[in-house]
């Protein structure tokens, strides 16, 4: 890789954004690459939201993935994918969980649909999915990290991921993450 790998993810507290930074961190780490990231918590420990900068490459000297440079933007929730649409350019692949909270005065899902890109999107049911795979909806964002491995879309080794993955997931929910991400296979 010649060049910086930018990373945004958002989504709102309680969704496992925090465990999925940690688990990229951990694998570029693992990969041979200098790492940073930083996230930004909303005013709720849960339901507020999160909006996360990951960056990794030969050198890092900020976190910060400055406006329209994210090579790779995951939104766990449609209203916060709108949130990050700044840090899109031409080439950003973007992955959308097409789960919407509904908040007082928030927009309907026809009118965050309209407002997202048309290009290099990606809109998946991940909620859904695991909610019927594995009765869980907490392991929707291991389930975008490996559809975000398995479509080559981040220059990470889905070996190096799994590892991340057993030294980050508590014991007692390791089984059902692995499960959760290998499930696109």
Same mark, same amino acid.
């Given at each position: 890789?010649?060049?910086?790998?930018?990373?945004? /993810?958002?989504? *709102? =507290?309680?969704?496992? /954004?925090?465990? !999925? +930074?940690?688990?990229?961190?951990?694998?570029?780490?693992?990969? =041979?690459?200098?790492?940073? %990231?930083?996230?930004?918590?909303?005013?709720?420990?849960?339901?507020?939201? *999160?909006?996360?900068?990951? #960056?990794?490459? #030969?050198?890092?000297?900020? @976190?910060?993935?400055?406006? =329209? %440079?994210?090579?790779?933007?995951?939104? &766990?929730?449609?209203?916060?994918?709108?949130? &990050? !649409?700044?840090?899109?350019?031409?080439? &950003?692949?973007?992955?959308?969980?097409?789960?919407? !909270? @509904?908040?007082?005065? =928030?927009?309907?899902?026809?009118? +965050?649909?309209?407002?997202? @890109?048309?290009?290099?999107?990606? /809109?998946?049911?991940?909620?859904?999915?695991? /909610?019927? #795979?594995?009765?869980?909806?907490?392991?929707? &964002?291991?389930?975008?990290?490996?559809?975000?491995?398995?479509?080559?879309?981040? @220059?990470?080794?889905?070996? %190096?991921?799994? #590892?991340?993955?057993?030294?980050?997931?508590?014991?007692?929910?390791?089984?059902?993450?692995?499960?959760?991400?290998? %499930?696109?296979?």
């Amino acid at each position: 890789m010649n060049k910086n790998f930018n990373i945004i /993810i958002s989504g *709102v =507290g309680g969704h496992g /954004i925090i465990t !999925l +930074i940690k688990i990229i961190d951990e694998a570029a780490f693992i990969d =041979g690459y200098d790492v940073k %990231s930083s996230e930004l918590h909303g005013l709720a420990q849960r339901g507020g939201s *999160v909006l996360a900068h990951i #960056k990794f490459g #030969k050198k890092i000297y900020s @976190p910060l993935v400055s406006d =329209g %440079s994210a090579d790779l933007v995951i939104a &766990t929730e449609l209203m916060e994918g709108l949130r &990050t !649409l700044k840090f899109l350019n031409s080439k &950003t692949q973007f992955l959308v969980n097409k789960n919407l !909270l @509904p908040f007082i005065g =928030g927009l309907s899902e026809e009118k +965050i649909m309209q407002q997202l @890109p048309k290009k290099n999107i990606q /809109i998946v049911e991940a909620s859904k999915i695991c /909610i019927e #795979k594995f009765g869980k909806e907490a392991v929707s &964002t291991i389930y975008l990290l490996g559809l975000v491995i398995r479509n080559n879309l981040i @220059p990470l080794k889905q070996e %190096s991921v799994l #590892k991340a993955i057993e030294k980050i997931v508590p014991d007692k929910y390791l089984d059902l993450n692995i499960k959760a991400f290998n %499930s696109h296979d």
